[in-house]
């Protein structure tokens, strides 16, 4: 599949965390082919190619994509559609990183009209709380999965272009229907990034804050990581993935509700049910990791 990628021109905009991470990979693979990143802070960018983890740089992303043969759009879904619009027409293959495909997808029909064929919607479930180019790592999509979300009309050479890239880079891939996908990750990501926001900046709020944070254990600690994220990112993904993750929240206040009738009750048995089968899930959830079937990265 790595073949696919020899001898192309291969164009990361927004070298962060995810398209650095790509860049660097590429580079590690050691593959014949033309890599350039794209981006506003001219410091970065030199600093990628002194990496020698791409080819070149540029600041313009129209003149950056002419005559490329890939293009992976790696910024926040709010920013896609900007960035689609100075892309403009391009037979490149051209597939993003967002996190959440509906608005990704109707940005692409608000500057085409309809989503261009060469056009593959992607979506890397890997991460971490830190951000920027200096967080990247070549590794970073070893063994996690990456969801692509093709429409009836996606050209399939165009796919299996996409799919080779980040198989190359270690992830496996996988397709989904774009409902299916943004509700699925308004479960498992934007949910919990929310809850770790909300108690961090509910407990932030209360006098002895202070006092609090420098007694709180490690339970804490692992529960509040992610509230470190990119206070950016996720405003927009909540904002591009509202309704699924209201509807998701909605479910998870009656049950912080039911548990707080079941404490103020004293409803030893119900409250052991709760755990038991809390326990028995999570337990799963770590089978299925350990047997390949799922990631314990965080990711948008």
Known sequence: MSSLLANKKVVIIGPGLIGGSVARGLAQQKLDCEVTVVGRNENVLRDIVADGNASGYSTDIKKACENADLVL??????????????????????????????????????????????????????????????????????????????????????????????????????????????????????????????????????????????????????????????????HDIFLANGEPTVTVLDDYIENLYRLRKVIQEKDSAELMTTFTRAKESRDRFLELLAAGGATDKQSP
């Open 73 to 234: 759009v790696a910024v926040p879904s709010l920013t896609v559609e900007a960035v689609l619009a100075e892309i403009g027409d391009t037979s490149a293959v051209v597939t993003d990183a967002a996190s959440v495909k509906g608005e990704v997808i109707g940005a692409a029909r608000r500057v085409f009209g309809e989503v261009p064929a060469n056009f593959v919607p992607g979506h890397p479930i890997a991460g971490s709380e830190h951000s920027g180019y200096t967080a990247s790592f070549p590794a970073l999509f070893h063994g996690k999965k990456v969801i692509l979300t093709p429409l009836d009309n996606t050209d399939a050479a165009a796919v299996e272009l996409v799919t080779a890239l980040w198989e190359m880079l270690g992830a496996e891939v996988l397709q989904m229907d774009v409902p299916q996908h943004d509700a699925v990750l308004a479960a498992t990501s934007h949910l919990p990034h929310l809850l770790a926001f909300a108690l961090v900046d509910t407990l932030s709020q209360q006098g002895a804050s202070e006092e609090i944070f420098r007694c709180a254990a490690g339970g804490f600690r692992d529960f509040t990581r992610i509230a470190s994220s990119d206070p950016q990112m996720w």
